[in-house]
């Protein structure tokens, strides 16, 4: 396993705690429909970051909306390369997507290709109204032609540099950190 070489901090605890709650008021101006979204979260930070969104749903708009998970391990193009045994999680949607707005939640968008296995595997739970895709961080880069309805923060890195997000309920802490792996 590589390390990480850290050059700096991007977002602390505070500072995610307030982007989420500016992007879960994002999702909302743009959904007035509430009963309409669903919330999917993309194994594994993808998850405890929906999890938080469907928080502050709970807690400003006291409505429950529903929250899946998606790993997408079996649906990677690059499956071959990722070693001789991945470690596949569970998807988890227990509810209908038809004629939903899914709102795919994760924590980095780079090439663009986890997003797209994520629609793969997502058609074959039903056929939503219409999906958008919540980032954390937009680092760019991008391989496909796959672009974030909601970014919490645009970092511009080059090809070499990479962006981790360490969150509490897995990581201890809350933070987002740009630096190389050497």
Known sequence: MSQF??????L?????????QRLTHQILESNPALMDIVLIGIETR????????????????NVDIPLGTLDITLYRDDLTTVGVKPQVKETKINFD???????????VLFTGRTIRAALDELM????????TLLVLVDRGHRELPIRADFVGKNIPTSQNETVEVRLSELDGIDEVAIGEKV
Not at 5 to 10: N, R, S, V
Not at 46 to 61: C, D, H, M, N, P
């Open 12 to 20: 602390n605890a505070e500072e995610i705690k307030r982007t989420l």
């Open 46 to 61: 993808g998850v405890y970051l929906a999890k938080r969104i469907q928080a502050i749903f709970k807690e400003t708009e």
């Open 5 to 10: 070489k850290e050059k700096a901090k991007i």
């Open 124 to 131: 074959d739970f039903g056929r939503p109204k219409a999906v």
């Open 97 to 107: 997507l038809t004629d939903k707005t899914v709102v795919l939640v994760d924590d």
